[in-house]
């Protein structure tokens, strides 16, 4: 299976810092028709999941655009450009290249 | 408005079966692939499964293909993960999504336990 491995796992900041959250996969998640299948979802507290970022840097619709996501390969990055306070919450990156489907460990992000 | 509700959960005994159901409605559910994800007390996220549209193919995680089973109906725009022979490990919140990740039900609390 596929591993992601979500870097740092708490990520503590203060209101309006900009962070970034890595996504390394164990094999390219480059699938053979051209597609990255590497998405970004958030989850608040008590909330499910929600899609932030698909295809490695695709915002979702109503999705604010100081989330961003970049990379290849077997390297990505969600970058929050100017943190909120409605931002905080658990950070999960989750692929759907190879099967099975594997999300990473999730990043916390709390106020500092 | 996409709307996915969860139901079915509950305190279960080891070794026991148990039905779970997700109610779809504002779009045309038998258009799309669905899946159900799994969440332990723990945070972890796991992939259990997807559904074709039709219902015709089904994908399982390997750890869970010989227990669990997708289905669905679109008369009803209902999918369903039905358990087996369940586990203490099984005890998690489960999600169904349609696939592309973009909406999510509630979830519904599965614990297992004597």
């Known amino acids: 299976d596929v591993v992601l491995t979500q870097t740092p796992p708490t990520l503590s900041a203060t209101i309006g810092q900009s962070v970034s959250i890595s996504c390394r996969s164990s094999q390219s998640l480059l699938h053979s028709n051209g597609n990255t299948y590497l998405h970004w979802l958030l989850q608040r507290p008590g909330q499910s999941p929600q899609l932030l970022i698909y295809?490695?840097?695709r915002l979702e619709s109503g999705v604010p655009n100081r989330f961003s996501g970049s990379g290849s390969g077997t390297d990505f990055t969600l970058k929050i450009s100017g943190v909120e306070a409605e931002d905080l919450g658990v950070y999960y990156c989750v692929q759907g290249t190879h099967a099975p489907r594997t999300f990473g460990g999730g990043t916390k992000l709390e106020l500092k | 408005e996409v709307q996915l509700v969860e139901s079915g959960g509950g305190l279960v005994q080891p070794g026991a079966s148990l039905k779970l159901s997700c109610v779809a409605s504002?779009?045309?559910?038998?258009?799309?692939?669905m899946s159900w994800v799994r969440q332990t007390p723990g945070k972890t996220m796991e992939w259990i499964g997807d559904i074709k549209y039709d219902g015709s193919y089904t994908n399982y995680a390997p750890s869970l293909k010989n227990r669990f089973t997708i289905s669905r109906d679109n008369a009803k725009s209902t999918l369903y993960l039905q358990m087996s022979n369940v586990r203490s490990e099984d005890t998690a919140t489960y999600y169904c999504?349609?696939?592309?990740?973009?909406?999510w039900g509630q979830g519904t609390l599965v614990t297992v336990s004597s």
């Open positions: 504002g779009f045309t559910f038998s258009d799309y692939w």
């Open positions: 295809l490695v840097s």
């Open positions: 999504t349609r696939l592309g990740w973009a909406y």
